[in-house]
């Protein structure tokens, strides 16, 4: 029995009560131990953490008493200046003609589940990581975390491009970084469109002066070799090729490897879009000899949105230098940018993102931690038991299984069915974000990601349990459990056979 006189032990005593040591607390939540620490002495555990240690204590410690206790430690502070410091104001202040009309107060976004295309759920530690202070982006302990975040992200593409970094911008704007600097007017570019982001770099060639051949796919077809190399011999002066490696508004993956094989053979360079694929299933730069490449940060990296990683190899480089023609954006100019991005120079040339970096770096050294191998063997593992579930409901895959990406799954929409009805009451009641179609897929498809730090098994679940009792109130013919079932028996086939694997490797090593 609890002794009245005795004060209440905070969540964090619990917590490291419940798990033995403050290092065993940082252990399980992959956090350093200072930080841990710091809880400790501040009493509290900031309110970002409590889902996670929810989690961690297998619900022994809700969140809502981490949030309470975090709420009445550090309250948070509505007002913008004391009373008395308006009386500087007074009446100018009330009166300012461009003043909102209504109170706003600090903004405190609900915890979403974040199944759709993207943004994904964002790891603890990036977010506390985020959250340090601010620092100079010429600061010389800055400058040593650029180098360590550029070999981060050179083991994430698989490359030893030297030129390997994050552009300030969101995946869109490492897209336009890949043609501005590849494209000159009048260059013949084929794009393999096969969704809507193929459709976005056509747009990309048009604004750089470039003449675009595009090839056009159905939605849902990954891009053909064959038509490529058609293209290619019809159009002998071609002198980029670009695709979409995990075309995001469809699911379907393509075969890399192979398209640039092709693309080489007519001595023709190439752009890939890896914007999805990057840290969710295999994207081997040097291995598949891509020239160009880049991806962003809010996806299976599990970081917020608003960088864009690029890789290029040195015989772009070279050929971006040697143009004689002035690259059309200032900002984009990859000859200018090398002054801070590159191997020697540390110079201005915008403010850089410093936070964000920050959590850049914190999200590649998680994936690091993970094995590369390791994180594209988890999003298979749950694509697949996704997969099962969604299937046992009845619904059925826009893409066939062979080029499916298993970070991206679409599905039909079933016939009759409300399917913007269906993503809001998800919303609403299960605080679950699903993603719709685009274009010509709109109303059509649901898209469920499984990306990064949303990839979890717990998710799958969530997902699977709450779409099935959306369409049961709906009145399908759906037998609630049956997904859950499904998936579950999906989990434990393939548990059961990497224990089998791993038994037959430790008697062949013994
Ligand atoms: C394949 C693909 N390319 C490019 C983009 C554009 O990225 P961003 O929205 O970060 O600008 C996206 C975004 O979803 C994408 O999925």
Request: proline share 6%.
């Amino acid at each position: 029995m609890s002794n009245p006189d005795l004060p209440a032990m905070s969540c964090i005593e619990r917590l490291v009560a419940l798990f033995g040591s403050q290092a065993e607390v940082a252990r399980r939540l992959s956090l350093d131990r200072a930080v841990v620490n710091n809880w400790v002495k501040s009493g509290y555990v900031p309110a970002r953490w409590a889902m996670e240690i929810e989690r961690v204590s297998d619900g022994r410690i809700s969140a809502v008493e981490i949030l309470d206790e975090a709420g009445a430690k550090r309250p948070v502070k509505v007002k913008s200046r004391p009373d008395d410091f308006g009386a500087l104001y007074s009446g100018s202040q009330s009166m300012n003609p461009y003043a909102p009309a209504k109170r706003i107060s600090s903004f405190h976004p609900p915890q979403r589940t974040l199944m759709g295309p993207g943004p994904t759920e964002i790891h603890p530690r990036v977010l506390t990581t985020m959250s340090q202070p601010a620092i100079g982006y010429l600061d010389p302990v800055f400058v040593e975390m650029m180098e360590e975040l550029k070999s981060l992200l050179r083991y994430a593409f698989q490359t030893k491009n030297a030129l390997t970094f994050p552009v300030s911008g969101p995946g869109s704007v490492g897209m336009e970084y890949c043609f501005v600097n590849l494209v000159r007017p009048g260059d013949k570019v084929v794009v393999m469109k096969n969704g809507v982001f193929g459709g976005r770099m056509v747009e990309n060639v048009e604004r750089c002066g470039g003449v675009p051949v595009v090839i056009d796919h159905e939605w849902g077809e990954p891009c053909d070799p064959q038509k490529l190399e058609d293209t290619l011999k019809k159009n002998r002066d071609v002198r980029v090729v670009a695709f979409v490696h995990a075309e995001t508004s469809t699911g379907a993956l393509s075969d890399a490897k192979t398209l640039v094989e092709i693309a080489h053979k007519h001595d023709a360079l190439t752009i890939v879009d890896a914007v999805t694929s990057l840290g969710g299933c295999p994207v081997l730069v040097d291995e598949w000899g891509i020239d160009a490449i880049y991806s962003a940060s809010q996806k299976c990296l599990s970081c917020t949105p608003g960088l864009s990683p690029v890789s290029f190899t040195e015989r772009v480089v070279d050929y971006v230098k040697a143009r004689k023609d002035k690259i059309h954006s200032w900002f984009m100019d990859m000859n200018l940018l090398l002054g801070y991005w590159g191997a020697t120079t540390r110079t201005y040339h915008h403010t850089a993102p410093t936070n964000s970096l920050l959590g850049l770096h914190e999200a590649l050294l998680l994936l690091r931690e993970e094995g590369l191998e390791n994180a594209w063997a988890r999003h298979q593992r749950h694509h697949l038991a996704l997969k099962a579930g969604l299937e046992a409901m009845g619904l059925k895959f826009l893409v066939k299984e062979q080029y499916q990406i298993p970070q991206m799954n679409a599905v039909f929409v079933p016939e009759g069915v409300d399917e913007a009805k269906v993503r809001r009451t998800l919303l609403e009641e299960f605080s679950l974000e699903i993603g719709a179609g685009l274009g010509p897929l709109a109303g059509k498809i649901w898209r469920f990601g499984i990306m990064g730090y949303s990839c979890r098994p717990d998710n799958v679940m969530l997902c699977l349990s709450a779409l099935g009792s959306v369409l049961s109130d709906m009145g399908l013919p759906i037998h609630v459990g049956e997904a859950e079932a499904a998936a579950h028996d999906a989990y434990a086939k393939m548990h059961q056979s990497a224990a089998q694997q791993k038994k037959k490797a430790m008697a062949a090593a013994a």
